[in-house]
């Protein structure tokens, strides 16, 4: 029994088709284990500049904005 390989253009096009959705699937399998690796660390700097933020608002003392508006919108009348 002898089989005859025909590469035609249809073939030819398939093939293609099938190498590209493998490299974009491959892509995006390797973006999936980028983001698990990448979690723990980003997970650890979110806690540390929370931190950091709650730390430093605590110790601020911001202005009451709610007065100033109130009396600009009473300027405006």
Do not use: H, W
């Not at 892509?27 to 709650?54: C, D, H, R, S």
């Amino acid at each position: 029994m002898q089989y005859t390989l025909s590469l035609n253009a249809r073939m030819l096009t398939l093939a293609g088709l099938c190498l590209v959705s493998l490299f974009v699937l491959l892509f995006l399998l390797g973006v999936e284990i980028g983001k698990k690796m990448v979690e723990p660390e980003v997970a650890a700097a979110t806690a540390a500049l929370t931190a950091t933020a709650a730390s430093s608002a605590a110790s601020a003392s911001l202005p009451d904005l709610r007065g100033i508006a109130l009396e600009s919108a009473a300027k405006l009348k």
